[in-house]
């Protein structure tokens, strides 16, 4: 399984960006997708979470902000992120679970300046 994150950029405070993540490989030993983020300094965090089934999960801080989504057409897990706050910042990770196994993407950076 391979997973390619991108989307990321500078954007002001209140404003919103769409993270992607295209999986290929052997999707269908995936149960689950997730967006990590890291800030400096700090650990890396779950902001979101999407099932094979459909079901979502969300870290409190974002709940309300930002939606996980899915194409399985295009085998694409999407981040929306609206009402950005500086503490947002932090580069944006998409894991695979599945089968005992994890995968993860390269990060893609997150700034959001006031």
């Given at each position: 399984?391979?997973?390619q994150?991108?989307?990321?950029?500078?954007?002001?405070a209140?404003?919103?960006?769409?993270?992607?993540?295209?999986v290929?490989?052997?999707?269908?030993?995936?149960?689950?997708?997730?967006?990590?983020?890291?800030?400096?300094?700090?650990?890396?965090?779950?902001?979101?979470?999407?099932?094979?089934?459909?079901?979502?999960?969300?870290?409190?801080?974002?709940?309300?902000?930002?939606?996980?989504?899915?194409?399985?057409?295009k085998?694409?897990?999407?981040?929306?992120?609206?009402?950005?706050?500086?503490?947002?910042?932090?580069?944006?990770?998409?894991?695979a679970?599945?089968?005992?196994?994890?995968?993860?993407?390269?990060?893609?950076?997150?700034?959001?300046?006031?």
């Amino acid at each position: 399984v391979q997973l390619q994150a991108s989307g990321g950029g500078l954007v002001q405070a209140g404003g919103s960006l769409r993270l992607s993540c295209a999986v290929s490989g052997s999707t269908s030993s995936i149960n689950a997708i997730g967006w990590y983020r890291q800030a400096p300094g700090k650990e890396r965090e779950l902001v979101a979470a999407i099932t094979s089934g459909g079901s979502t999960n969300y870290a409190s801080s974002v709940k309300g902000r930002f939606t996980i989504s899915r194409d399985n057409a295009k085998n694409t897990v999407y981040l929306q992120m609206n009402s950005l706050k500086v503490e947002d910042t932090g580069v944006y990770y998409c894991c695979a679970i599945g089968h005992g196994s994890s995968w993860w993407g390269q990060g893609t950076q997150v700034t959001v300046s006031s």
